[in-house]
DNA sequence: CTGGGGAAGGGGCCC
DNA sequence: AGGGCCCCTTCCCCA
């Protein structure tokens, strides 16, 4: 569903701009080298993500640096450098990296209410969050944040305000509901430069460009095979090819 | 079985 | 503080 249907004003901001993925051509692809990586790191999975190496031997458990990350992580991120991009995937501030690859889960329940812990409390119970600032923790769920509107924001995935007049599905987000609800109009606003398809959402334009990239930016680091998604190179890594690793 | 598309969820950042 | 927007990721289904 399109999460930026939106389009308003991508280039005021200093983020990775990818409405250049709509009105440019070869220039998006260009943006995965991912030949450089190929034969670098062998132990791993790795593969890139928009200028990032992801080493997908961690994606099910902790982020840990491998051989050649772990003798550079004392330099300055280097963007050219394959290792320092690897460690640049550590794009949370959160302690604990390992959230970051925990499978999402969906929550799909109603009726909960917000809880939040003074900060002494939550020293009291051992929160993991940090040592100076309190949690916010929600009620029907073991999730907790760090400030009361990240809080909030979660608790709409309970409370699913957001509801289809066509079809009555609920969501947290109203531009969650505004996506649904192109998948009743048809509308489909971001259209491949490539072959002329059409997408309701700009990530599915965004993997749907890498069908067209001949080195795509998920990368095998034991045959160096590149796939257009993530799943499907961890697919490949856990049935087949890459057995040694993840 | 694999690759790709559709749909959806969530956290972070900015206004 | 809240909403909007961005990006990433995942699951499901189909060719």
Redesign the pocket.
């Given at each position: 569903?399109p999460?930026?249907?939106?389009?308003?004003?991508?280039f005021?901001?200093?983020?990775?701009?990818?409405?250049e993925l709509e009105c440019q051509n070869d220039t998006s692809l260009d943006r995965y080298p991912v030949a450089e990586l190929s034969s670098g790191d062998t132990s791993v999975a790795t593969c890139f993500?928009?200028g990032?190496v992801?080493d997908l031997s961690v994606?099910p458990t902790l982020y840990l640096p491998t051989q050649t990350e772990a003798s550079s992580t004392s330099g300055p991120l280097d963007l050219s450098s394959p290792s320092s991009l690897s460690r640049s995937?550590i794009?949370?501030?959160?302690p604990e990296p390992v959230h970051?690859?925990a499978?999402?889960?969906?929550?799909?329940c109603t009726g909960v209410i917000a809880h939040t812990s003074p900060p002494e409390e939550e020293e009291e119970r051992g929160a993991p969050v940090t040592a100076n600032r309190p949690a916010f923790l929600c009620k029907h769920c073991p999730?907790e944040?760090t400030?009361?509107?990240?809080l909030?924001?979660?608790i709409?995935?309970h409370t699913?305000p957001c509801v289809c007049t066509t079809c009555g599905?609920?969501?947290?987000?109203?531009?969650?509901l505004r996506?649904?609800i192109?998948?009743h109009t048809g509308e489909?606003p971001f259209s491949c430069t490539h072959c002329n398809?059409a997408?309701?959402?700009?990530?599915?334009l965004?993997?749907?460009l890498?069908?067209h990239a001949e080195v795509?930016k998920y990368q095998c680091g034991v045959c160096s095979?590149t796939?257009?998604?993530?799943?499907?190179l961890?697919?490949?890594s856990s049935?087949?090819c890459c057995s040694a690793t993840a």
């Amino acid at each position: 569903m399109p999460r930026s249907f939106l389009v308003k004003k991508y280039f005021a901001k200093q983020k990775p701009n990818y409405s250049e993925l709509e009105c440019q051509n070869d220039t998006s692809l260009d943006r995965y080298p991912v030949a450089e990586l190929s034969s670098g790191d062998t132990s791993v999975a790795t593969c890139f993500s928009g200028g990032l190496v992801w080493d997908l031997s961690v994606l099910p458990t902790l982020y840990l640096p491998t051989q050649t990350e772990a003798s550079s992580t004392s330099g300055p991120l280097d963007l050219s450098s394959p290792s320092s991009l690897s460690r640049s995937l550590i794009r949370s501030p959160s302690p604990e990296p390992v959230h970051t690859y925990a499978p999402r889960q969906r929550m799909k329940c109603t009726g909960v209410i917000a809880h939040t812990s003074p900060p002494e409390e939550e020293e009291e119970r051992g929160a993991p969050v940090t040592a100076n600032r309190p949690a916010f923790l929600c009620k029907h769920c073991p999730k907790e944040y760090t400030s009361l509107g990240a809080l909030k924001m979660h608790i709409r995935s309970h409370t699913l305000p957001c509801v289809c007049t066509t079809c009555g599905k609920a969501f947290s987000r109203p531009w969650l509901l505004r996506g649904h609800i192109r998948t009743h109009t048809g509308e489909r606003p971001f259209s491949c430069t490539h072959c002329n398809r059409a997408f309701a959402d700009r990530s599915n334009l965004r993997a749907h460009l890498q069908t067209h990239a001949e080195v795509k930016k998920y990368q095998c680091g034991v045959c160096s095979r590149t796939f257009s998604r993530m799943s499907l190179l961890q697919k490949h890594s856990s049935s087949g090819c890459c057995s040694a690793t993840a």
